[in-house]
């Protein structure tokens, strides 16, 4: 069965280093999300893609990157971990978009990432 | 700009009485709406969606939403709650539009926690 999956389940890190959460998907779904779920503040939307080579900055981009080279994967990298980051990463696929398209995303089992 | 609100952050509700999650959205254009469900230490799973046609959309696990134009809103029912209904409900606008870097994005509200108690 096709899935999404986030690696990994849950991370510690320290203030400064360098952290990736990894996202692959077997929907061969062209549009890919990150969330971060805070409470009080729901989801919100940090990066997102809708094909191979495309990425757009979402509400919260601040301090993350994405970069997409084939369809079933987008890696998030924050580049230098702060406390503030310190959440539960979400990613999600859907179908392309198109007019008369209006596919749900699918969502990952998340990664609680904790900076300390 | 695309908004949803979710008016209450928790509800409790007693098993086997109807329950009601409120959603009101803002949006340009014709909305595109969506319920998800989120249980503990999980992704969300998606409950139903409503895009146009019959106002009383038909989801996953008994639930049902109707959709009312005139109160841009789009609240999440069941006739008969379980305490296996107990999770957080998150409702989502989708941007109508066909064009643009915003096309397709999802607009989440902060979500209601339903607690049913047996």
């Known amino acids: 069965d096709a899935e999404i999956t986030q690696s990994p389940r849950h991370k510690i890190t320290e203030t400064g280093r360098q952290v990736t959460l990894a996202c692959h998907q077997t929907?061969?779904?062209?549009?890919m999300f990150w969330y971060r779920q805070d409470l009080g503040h729901g989801l919100r939307l940090i990066h997102y893609s809708y094909g191979v080579q495309d990425t757009n900055k979402g509400e919260v981009s601040d301090g993350y990157s994405v970069s997409r080279s084939n369809t079933e994967d987008l890696p998030l990298t924050l580049e230098s971990a702060a406390s503030s980051q310190t959440s539960v990463y979400f990613c999600?696929?859907?179908?392309?978009?198109?007019?008369?398209?209006?596919?749900?995303?699918?969502f990952g089992p998340g990664t609680r990432l904790t900076v300390l | 700009a695309q908004s949803v609100a979710q008016p209450e952050d928790q509800v409790n509700v007693a098993e086997g009485n109807p329950l009601t999650v409120k959603c009101t959205y803002s949006?340009?254009?014709?909305?595109?709406l969506f319920w998800y469900v989120q249980y503990p230490n999980r992704g969300l799973q998606f409950l139903l969606k409503y895009i146009t046609g019959d106002n009383l959309v038909k989801g996953s696990y008994g639930f049902e939403a109707e959709f009312n134009k005139s109160q841009t809103s789009f609240h999440l029912k069941k006739p008969s709650a379980l305490v296996s209904d107990s999770a957080l409900y998150f409702c989502a606008v989708r941007d109508s539009r066909v064009r643009g870097s915003t096309l397709g994005r999802l607009y989440f509200g902060r979500g209601t926690q339903l607690t049913v108690w047996p």
């Open positions: 999600a696929s859907s179908e392309s978009y198109t007019s008369g398209s209006y596919n749900e995303q699918f």
């Open positions: 949006v340009s254009g014709n909305p595109y």
């Open positions: 929907w061969n779904h062209n549009n």
